[in-house]
């Protein structure tokens, strides 16, 4: 009570309370819980992990493209977003009774200004994901953590599907960062390394905003609990999202893995194929066992190594098998991506 934001998060940890007094009941066992999610639903993962009031709710955590937000805005930050938002949609007053009767597509129109993560409300945050990771501070449970190889492909063409295509002259001006920053962004990315602009975009996005921190997540997590790194890699994923767009492939694009996981195999817009299927077969058999036991590895689904920082192993989910891989950090120009932010 008192505090605002973080509201969600709250729903979730009611949610888990409910299942540690009612598991039992359905033959469960309170202790062997747990919670997974992709996208916002991954940063949610992240954000109970580093929650104190999170602590002996769930007993494993697994994190799907959720690493992209490892620093939180404090409270005060988050109570100006959200009056700048309501100032917009013409309720300067904050009232319920006047945001209520908001249209709906006034909303739509000034989402851009306000977009929720969660924030440092000194309750179920005290500090933002990366400090408490890297501290320690936070509820040590087992962790697989990983992102799709391709990520941002999936906001690359979307740009594209509402004609706003990424185009030679408007490349460095994709960014959002200071010029100088952006000349070297387009000096590591040249155009002239891709077959489209977008697809250059798609690779700075899914480094900067997914691969990178998610590296860093795994780093920062595994000098403290058994740690699982993976990364989707199924360049001939179906898109189930968007539609198809003459010379550009999605690849293995944000939340093209969760087809495999939920056996969507007759999915829009094309089965999966035999291969496909085996990889989804394989994925659901590592959830699962990490799910049971803490660790993904199990009879009949190739070896699949923990994570250090001495030895930075990444299990390629890709077809025909899934194996373990070193050159994540190469791979996703890392340490350019750590000059920028250091």
């Known amino acids: 009570a008192g505090h605002a934001g973080n509201y969600g998060l709250m729903d979730q940890q009611a949610a888990l309370r409910w299942v540690q007094r009612n598991i039992g009941r ?26 104190p009031q999170a602590h002996g709710l769930f007993g494993k955590a697994i994190v799907e493209s ?7 805005a404090p409270l005060a930050q988050a109570e ?23 249209p709906v597509s006034t909303i739509l129109g000034n989402e851009s200004t306000v977009g929720y993560q969660p924030d440092i409300d000194g309750r179920v ?6 400090t408490s ?25 979307l740009d594209q599907l509402l004609g706003n295509p990424v185009t030679a002259e408007n490349y460095q001006y994709q960014f959002g960062v200071a010029p100088d920053i952006a000349a070297k962004i387009v000096a590591q990315y040249p155009l002239s390394a891709y077959a489209s602009p977008a697809l250059a975009v798609g690779a700075v996005g899914t480094d900067a905003t997914y691969a990178c921190p998610a590296l860093s997540a795994d780093t920062m997590l595994s000098k403290y609990v058994p ?16 539609p198809a767009i003459a010379g550009f492939s999605y690849g293995a694009a ?15 817009p094309a089965p999966l194929s035999s291969t496909q299927q085996q990889l989804a077969a394989r994925m659901r058999a590592y959830w699962t066992n990490f799910a049971k036991r803490g660790f993904p590895s199990g009879s009949g689904a190739p070896l699949w190594p923990g994570f250090t920082s001495a030895r930075q192993r990444v299990q390629s989910l890709v077809t025909p098998q899934p194996h373990a891989e070193t ?9 350019f991506w750590s000059s920028l932010s250091g």
Request: charge should be negative; include cysteine.
């Open 26 to 51: 359905f033959g469960g066992d309170r202790h062997n819980v747990t919670i997974f999610g992709e996208s916002a639903g991954g940063l949610s993962v992240l954000s109970q992990l580093a929650s």
């Open 227 to 242: 740690t699982y790194a993976y990364e989707f890699s199924d360049e001939q994923a179906p898109e189930v999202f968007l």
């Open 133 to 157: 990771f890297v501290s320690g501070q936070f509820n040590r449970v087992p962790v697989m953590n990983g992102t799709n190889h391709d990520e941002w492909r999936l906001f690359a063409g």
């Open 125 to 130: 945050l005290t500090q933002s994901l990366g």
């Open 66 to 72: 959720g690493a992209y937000a490892l620093t939180q």
């Open 254 to 268: 944000h939340a093209s893995e969760l087809q495999y996981l939920f056996g969507l195999h007759s999915a829009y």
């Open 80 to 102: 100006a977003s959200g009056a700048s938002f309501a100032a917009a949609v013409g309720c300067e007053s904050q009232s319920i009774s006047c945001l209520r009767q908001v």
């Open 327 to 335: 050159g994540f950090a190469a791979e996703h120009q890392c340490a």
